[in-house]
């Protein structure tokens, strides 16, 4: 890259945090109803409401992670990290970080030093959960990120980014193992206790 490449492509992050920032700002000004996720995916607004199978999975793998590496380690839910891309300011179901992340001059925590994410499917959200938002995580270089689909009882994990996708996909049904040993997050998830829709 040159000097000039490196200024655009720094005045088009500015811009696009000082947009994210603004449609935040709206949207905690306007009454999003008790129950309800709100994110930014490639510029537009998702509000879906939280069921119960979705947060008895992530309590599940939140549980996981806590177990694995104790409670110093830095697993968040829901709160907004910006990532790569138009207008991602994402809230990732699970998010975990690693130990020596710092939160940015604004207060917020970056998409560089995710490890691990994790999505539940909504119905409503799917698509950006399978799309949008694995493009994001994988030009994020996050080094693992799963997929927990309640509607067909399947968990997908996504390993080893490169240039903007995953290079290593496996799947496995609800009541088998998912085995990340041997990637940043170095554990076996389990999925026995993860409910259907």
């Known amino acids: 890259m040159t000097v000039l490449e490196d200024r655009i492509e720094m005045a088009d992050a500015d811009a696009n945090t000082k947009r994210l920032d603004e449609l935040f700002e709206r949207l905690e000004r306007m009454p999003v109803p008790e129950g309800f996720r709100v994110e930014i995916v490639g510029g537009n607004v998702h509000m879906t409401p939280q069921r119960s199978t979705h947060w008895e999975i992530i309590f599940e793998i939140a549980q996981a992670i806590r177990v694995r590496f ?3 380690a830095r697993v968040f839910s829901d709160v907004r990290i910006d990532f790569p891309g138009h207008e991602n300011g994402f809230c990732p179901d699970i998010a975990m970080l690693r ?3 710092k939160k940015d001059e604004e207060g917020r925590w970056r998409y560089q030093d995710v490890e691990f994410v994790a999505e539940v499917i909504s119905e409503g959200t799917a698509a950006n959960d399978y799309g949008p ?3 994001a995580y994988a030009m994020a270089e996050v080094p ?3 997929i927990a689909d309640p509607y067909q009882g399947r968990c997908y994990a996504y390993t080893h980014p490169k240039d903007g996708d995953y290079a290593m996909r ?3 049904d609800f009541g088998t193992d ?3 040993t041997g990637t940043e997050v170095d554990l076996v998830l389990k999925t026995d206790d993860f409910p259907r829709d």
């Open 99 to 101: 130990d020596s992340a």
């Open 170 to 172: 496996t799947w496995v």
């Open 144 to 146: 693992v990120y799963v």
């Open 133 to 135: 938002k694995k493009i």
């Open 178 to 180: 998912i085995d990340l």
């Open 70 to 72: 104790g409670r110093e």
